[in-house]
């Protein structure tokens, strides 16, 4: 184990003897941003990027839909931050359990926490705790293999109806992985267990798809081209009532000032006039239900959710120049045998990290963390933060291009203001190795991660996918094979 050991670390010894040691948690866009962001703009930083999966790329592989491959491209540029020379990754370990946040702290000059938002909001009405009720985060996980959901009970064998809540792109992504005929998504990287129940589930049943906004078409959360995919779906149904699409002064106003608004009001206004009156039997249906909120969750007797009761909703300002939902009292229910929450991620804590428990991201100034959220207290000297820890869980991949920027750049401050001084010896790298070998952490690098993406472009082009997705751990691991390293 020690001869093991040193030659591990040998692999992985510094370029600089002195270098700025730099920690980023967290293998998703925000994080490989700010470790090429850190890498560009300081030639004596040595970074390191952690991961509590033995694979990285974070959201990109296990947030992006299978069926849109141009948007994973990205991973070609942050495998080549990887086999940057000062710059490694680890995978198979956890902050919180591998090591806590003030070892880490205690081993590097600078740790960026940007490992996202892996919970859900909830919306705290009965029923929530039924079996048949799943987040949307739970569900794409599922489809694109995440470890953590390789084993999520789902119902979609004998499901006819899906209510989805929410109407963000994440609820598209998955109303169209449900509806879209599967042998389209048969060649993309989906996980080969959601294909084979979706085939399954398809040949059964024609499905049909709720799709609940509590605000109108004027407000919908998606943007167009996401919009247009899920409407341009073959031989889909479409149902969207056109008295929704009625607008009010208020929504007019609102849309004045947001081109994606209006982009998507006019799709939707398009697809109710010029879409068939009524279903084909045998066609898969979406229904766009506005203007109601979930209130509870009725119960079959027998512990699965049978129908989601909605109350109707009317818009009121709120002097932001934004109108939210009220409830009017009125309610209606919606049978379904699946209820999928796609209302927004959230982030959790670790232990020893300040938390805003009520915006669900880490109190910060521009990437610094702060020590409580007071709006007054002072900086964690050497903490900071990035993606949707920091902002909360909203934007495009491309959104922590800008996220990473301002926080390398308050990195940058705080090493010429001599809050961060490089030149105080941190063990960095070796000490972090040492640590996680002592406590038998079996971590995986880069180029054992290259491993499991050979294994899977193997299995993948056996079945004309790009890749084939190992969905368990235990695959995973022993794809990763680090005993090959000694
Ligand atoms: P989102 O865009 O914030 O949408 C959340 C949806 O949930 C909204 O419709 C919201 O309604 C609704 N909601 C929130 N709380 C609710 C409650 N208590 N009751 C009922 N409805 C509630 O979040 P997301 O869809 O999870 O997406 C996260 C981010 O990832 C977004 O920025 C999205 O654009 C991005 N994303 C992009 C892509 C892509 O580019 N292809 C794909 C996936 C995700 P209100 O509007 O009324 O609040």
Redesign the pocket.
């Known amino acids: 184990m020690a001869m093991c050991r040193m030659i591990f670390l040998r692999r992985f010894s510094s370029i600089s003897s002195n270098p700025l040691r730099v920690c980023v948690v967290g293998s998703g866009p925000a994080g490989f941003y700010t470790a090429e962001k850190m890498l560009k703009r300081h030639e004596a930083a040595q970074v390191d990027i952690i991961d509590r999966l033995p694979m990285p790329f974070g959201l990109v592989r296990s947030g992006v839909a299978p069926d849109?491959p141009e948007t994973k491209i990205v991973v070609n540029q942050f495998s080549r931050v990887c086999h940057h020379e000062r710059c490694s990754f680890f995978g198979n370990v956890m902050l919180g359990s591998s090591l806590s946040l003030p070892e880490l702290r205690s081993l590097y000059h600078a740790v960026v926490l940007a490992y996202g938002a892996e919970s859900d909001?909830s919306?705290g009405i009965p029923g929530e705790d039924l079996s048949g009720i799943h987040s949307a985060r739970e569900f794409v996980w599922w489809y694109n293999g995440h470890p953590d959901c390789r084993n999520l009970e789902l119902y979609l064998k004998n499901t006819q109806k899906v209510v989805i809540?929410?109407?963000?792109?994440?609820?598209l992504?998955v109303a169209r992985i449900l509806l879209r005929p599967t042998v389209e998504l048969a060649t993309t990287d989906i996980a080969n267990h959601a294909l084979a129940t979706l085939q399954e589930s398809s040949i059964s049943y024609f499905r049909k798809v709720y799709l609940v906004?509590?605000?109108g078409p004027a407000?919908a959360?998606c943007?167009a081209k996401?919009l247009r995919e899920v409407l341009g779906i073959k031989d889909l149904y479409v149902g969207i009532s056109e008295s929704d699409l009625l607008k009010t002064p208020a929504d007019e106003e609102e849309l004045k000032n947001d081109r994606i608004r209006r982009r998507v009001y006019e799709l939707l206004s398009k697809a109710a006039t010029s879409n068939q009156s009524s279903p084909r039997s045998d066609q898969h249906e979406l229904h766009f239900v506005f203007f109601h909120?979930?209130d509870r969750f009725l119960d079959d007797g027998h512990g699965h959710v049978t129908a989601v009761r909605l109350e109707k909703t009317a818009l009121r300002g709120n002097g932001s120049g934004k109108q939210i939902?009220i409830g009017t009292g009125e309610f209606q229910d919606i049978e379904c045998e699946m209820v999928l929450k796609?209302?927004?991620?959230k982030s959790v804590p670790v232990d020893g990290l300040p938390f805003d428990h009520q915006a669900g991201v880490v109190p910060n100034v521009r990437g610094r963390v702060l020590c409580d959220t007071s709006g007054e207290s002072a900086i964690e000297e050497g903490l900071y933060v990035c993606g949707w820890l920091k902002r909360g869980?909203?934007?495009?991949i491309a959104t922590n291009l800008y996220c990473a920027e301002e926080t390398v750049v308050s990195i940058s401050e705080d090493i010429d203001r001599g809050v961060l001084v490089p030149s105080l010896p941190k063990p960095g790298r070796d000490g972090l190795l040492q640590l996680l070998d002592d406590r038998n952490v079996r971590v995986v690098p880069f180029s054992n991660w290259e491993k499991i993406d050979s294994e899977e472009r193997r299995l993948g082009s056996l079945r004309n996918k790009p890749r084939e997705k190992l969905a368990t751990w235990d695959e995973l691991l022993r794809a990763s094979d680090t005993n090959q390293l000694c």
Request: hydrophobic residues 30%.
């Open positions: 849109h909001r919306l809540l929410g109407q963000g792109n994440v609820a992504d906004g509590r605000r407000q959360a943007t996401e909120k979930p939902a796609s209302i927004g991620y869980p909203t934007g495009i």
